[in-house]
């Protein structure tokens, strides 16, 4: 099992000191079993390329894809623009806005997972 803390707040799961470039499918396993019971895991110092990303992402059951591309539809609506190039319809930018590292989001079942989420840390 992943070593994790759980924030103050009572909700967001901390990951430090691992590497999900190097995951194995039992560590992504894991996550998705923090997913289901919490709404936000946070894993800091990450690198990850748009392919890195991809890899991880598929490693999760069903992850979901955008079509941004069908008109009308609640993906064109909401997230034009905000698509990563190359990345196979998987990434999408948080903030939506052009960035020099890829954001990651990452839906399992009815949890989304933000790869460049961040939280206030109390002194």
């Known amino acids: 099992m992943i070593q994790f803390k ?10 430090e000191d ?12 894991d996550i998705a079993k923090l997913l289901a019971t919490n709404t936000l895991i946070v894993l800091r110092n990450q690198s990850l390329t748009v ?16 079509h941004v591309e069908v008109e009308g ?4 609506e909401c997230y034009r623009g905000a698509e990563v190039e190359g990345s196979e319809k998987y990434i999408l930018r948080v903030t939506g806005e052009k960035m020099n590292t890829a954001c990651l989001e990452l839906q399992v079942g009815q949890m989304k997972w933000y790869g460049t989420a961040t939280i206030p840390t109390t002194p």
């Open 6 to 15: 759980l924030h103050d707040n009572g909700w967001t799961i901390l990951v």
């Open 18 to 29: 691992f590497n999900i470039n190097t995951a194995t499918q039992d560590d992504i396993n």
């Open 51 to 66: 392919q890195d990303e991809i890899r991880i992402a598929k490693m999760f059951k069903n992850p979901q894809q955008f």
């Open 73 to 76: 539809s609640f993906d064109a």
